[in-house]
T-cell receptor, first 115, second 113 residues
């Protein structure tokens, strides 16, 4: 079975500061990993995904994430936070293959950006 | 494209009533997913379809929940009878293939009194 743990339900940063959102996964097979963002009263939007190609994945809005198998981690980063980044972020894992679409989500991390 | 369309956006009902949530996936997408989001349990996959056929319904909470996809452009999630613990935001998502990006609808916020 797959599972995801997001460390920190709330993260607060200043505008222009580094954003680091942590995600650790558990999977019995090589995982596919995803980061989604949810703005208030909206559905989820894909930021980026890892599908066993390059371990450093670049996504939209300046976000990137690095797959580290030895640490079972897939942390999300952005060098400089913008006010518009304030949202809830979800890490998700899929076992791939025929179950690729079956995503297991973490509990989410709410990012607050201060002026 | 209009994206994934869900209706209604908000639903308030009384315990014991039947609730029907509706979803129109993006045209050309063969996969459709139903999720439920609550504070306690987070975001859970309830069921997903491929080419209108249910593939995995292991996330459906109990027999009170049922989902159908009569054609490629329409799906319903029905709760009968509804209970207060069913209060949640229900999302529908679709993707072109199982391994491709899932596009989420805006959700239906359900409150069962």
């Amino acid at each position: 079975a797959q599972s995801v743990t997001q460390l920190g339900s709330h993260v607060s940063v200043s505008e222009g500061a580094l954003v680091l959102l942590r995600c650790n996964y558990s999977s019995s097979v090589p995982p596919y990993l995803f980061w989604y963002v949810q703005y208030p009263n909206q559905g989820l939007q894909l930021l980026l995904k890892y599908t066993s190609a390059a371990t450093l994945v670049k996504g939209i809005n300046g976000f990137e994430a690095e797959f580290k198998k030895s640490e079972t981690s897939f942390h999300l980063t952005k060098p400089s936070a913008h006010m518009s980044d304030a949202a809830e972020y979800f890490c998700a894992v899929s076992r791939g293959g025929t179950s690729y679409g079956k995503l297991t989500f973490g509990q989410g991390t709410i990012l607050t950006v201060h002026p | 494209d209009a994206g994934v369309i869900q209706s209604p956006r908000h639903e308030v009902t009384e315990m014991g009533q039947e609730v029907t949530l509706r979803c129109k996936p993006i045209s050309g997408h063969d996969y459709l997913f139903w999720y439920r989001q609550t504070m306690m349990r987070g975001l859970e996959l309830l069921i997903y379809f491929n080419n209108n056929v249910p593939i995995d319904d292991s996330g459906m909470p109990e027999d009170r929940f049922s989902a159908k996809m009569p054609n490629a452009s329409f799906s319903t999630l029905k709760i009968q009878p509804s209970e207060p613990r069913d209060s949640a935001v229900y999302f529908c998502a679709s993707s072109r293939q199982g391994w491709e990006t899932q596009y989420f609808g805006p959700g239906t916020r359900l409150l069962v009194l």
